[in-house]
């Protein structure tokens, strides 16, 4: 499974490529959190950079459902978009790194949309 996921990264990397003027947002998931960054591939550097560890999240609302982590990953598209702005980032080219864009996938790109990035 997770050869055929580097496989579709490997080729979707061929295509998309992050520019000063329209960098690249890269999501990488793992079983516990979900992080993003907007990624410059002309400098290789990371513009800007967040983790779903970032989050506050409250001590009595352990849960791992499925709905919670969508909201978590939500919120983080938020919160990537309120930092781009800041650093004067409007458009970026989405990069799901060979994940299925649904679930938290899609969440971290509609709350990043809207933040006010544009895809």
């Known amino acids: ?4 996921r580097l496989q579709r990264r490997k080729r979707i990397r061929a ?3 992050g520019t000063n003027e329209r960098p690249r947002l890269s999501v990488f998931r793992s079983n516990k959190y979900i992080y993003a960054q907007i990624i410059d591939d002309e400098k290789g550097k990371t513009l800007v950079g ?3 560890k ?3 999240e409250d001590a009595s609302s352990k849960k791992t459902e499925s709905s919670k982590k969508i909201d978590k990953s939500k919120t983080l598209g938020l919160m990537l978009a309120k930092l781009a702005v800041s ?3 409007k458009s970026v080219v989405f990069d799901r790194s ?3 864009y649904h679930g938290r996938v899609k969440a971290i ?3 990043a949309r809207e933040g006010g990035l544009k895809f």
């Open 50 to 52: 967040v983790s779903e």
């Open 98 to 100: 060979g994940y299925a």
């Open 109 to 111: 790109a509609e709350g």
């Open 1 to 4: 499974m997770k050869d055929k």
């Open 15 to 17: 295509k998309i490529k």
């Open 87 to 89: 650093k004067k980032i």
């Open 54 to 56: 970032q989050i506050k």
